[in-house]
């Protein structure tokens, strides 16, 4: 057949062929290409901002007045992202909520598919649970409860402890791959004594019979060890134009991330420190743990300071800019995107 016998079809003709194949779960790929298959990366995320102290506090205390832990399981109140109200989720791929619990309270005990990190805003003492052993949390601790392992919390203490929940609910919701089941008591019983995991494998070292796992065998980063880590490093050599001092938390058995879904840094900008602009394409949900300072994403201008939590789209240029001397915990989905080869960086 000649190639140039073949005409296109007036408008009305093409939408009388799109009408009919739509009954058999067909569409023209060529309409819609555009959108599948973007020349850059194209997102509804929007750059946004939690200021803790004045804005989300309140609300969590009434939240506690409202609701018992036992009650809502996990009293959490949800960040959700601007751009995507009523998904439940900060960037396309992840979840992040702030969880408080009061004096005298346990969260049940329970189990599911979905990884999840503990990043510890308020609270001195209360205690996570992971396979039978405890730890007590501080501020600024960056603590796992890896996929499908048994965990619960609880507050010994007097007062309120409030941390960030990282989720890889997202990513967990698009494979259809979601479990989750309850235990048969409220507290799991403890099977090992607190700090035993760190024993065993943070201190360069591991058991001589130890076979890496998917998620890292330690379940606690203590701030006070990761804060030694940044001091020492910015007495080292000059900052990273576009980070700052930036250290990311790892697996102790393989180097690699702590979840194979969820990676996480923490970086120290030292005071009049401004970063060269810079994006990723990872979505990035950051937290302060000292200092004030701001963040440029695109237009948008975040003025942040201790507890207050923020996000930054993927692929979209930012820079912080330090007033204090800082440091700031942050989380994304690097990890699945190094793994399936997508990870892209542009440093300007």
């Not at 555009?34 to 509804?44: A, C, D, E, G, N």
């Not at 930054?312 to 204090?324: I, N």
Request: charged fraction near 20%.
């Amino acid at each position: 057949m000649n190639d140039s016998a073949h005409t296109s079809a007036p408008p009305s003709e093409r939408q009388a062929f799109y009408d009919g194949i739509a009954p058999q779960s067909l569409a023209p790929l060529w309409e819609r290409l555009h959108t599948l298959v973007t020349r850059t990366p194209v997102t509804p995320i929007q750059a946004a901002i939690w200021h803790y102290d004045q804005d989300v506090r309140p609300h969590l205390m009434d939240a506690g007045r409202l609701i018992t832990a036992k009650e809502a399981e996990r009293r959490v109140l949800i960040l959700e992202n601007p751009g995507m109200q009523g998904q439940a989720c900060i960037t396309h791929s992840l979840f992040a909520g702030l969880q408080l619990i009061m004096p005298g309270e346990v969260a049940p005990a329970h189990r599911h598919a979905q990884a999840a990190l503990r990043f510890i805003i308020e609270g001195h003492g209360a205690y996570t649970a992971v396979e039978g052993e405890r730890t007590l949390m501080q501020p600024g601790d960056f603590v796992l409860t890896p996929s499908w392992t048994w965990h619960d919390h609880g507050n010994d203490t007097d007062q309120p402890m409030v941390w960030l929940d990282g989720l890889d609910i997202p990513i967990v919701r698009l494979l259809d791959a979601s479990f989750m089941e309850p235990a048969n008591a409220d507290s799991q019983s403890v099977s090992r004594p607190s700090g035993d995991s760190y024993a065993r494998y943070g201190a360069n070292m591991l058991p001589v019979d130890y076979k890496p796992g998917k998620s890292s065998p330690v379940f606690n980063y203590p701030y006070e060890r990761t804060r030694e880590a940044l001091a020492t490093l910015s007495q080292n050599g000059e900052p990273d134009p576009c980070h700052g001092y930036k250290l990311r938390y790892v697996n102790p058995a393989t180097g690699g991330s702590p979840m194979p879904t969820i990676g996480a840094c923490m970086q120290w900008l030292p005071s009049g420190f401004a970063t060269a602009p810079y994006r990723s394409t990872d979505g990035t949900v950051f937290s302060v743990v000292e200092g004030e300072g701001e963040t440029t994403v695109g237009d948008t201008v975040l003025r942040w300071k201790p507890r207050d939590i923020f996000v930054v789209p993927g692929w979209t240029r930012h820079h912080h800019r330090a007033s204090s001397d800082a440091v700031v915990f942050s989380f994304s989905d690097r990890p699945v995107q190094d793994a399936l080869g997508l990870w892209r960086e542009e440093r300007v």
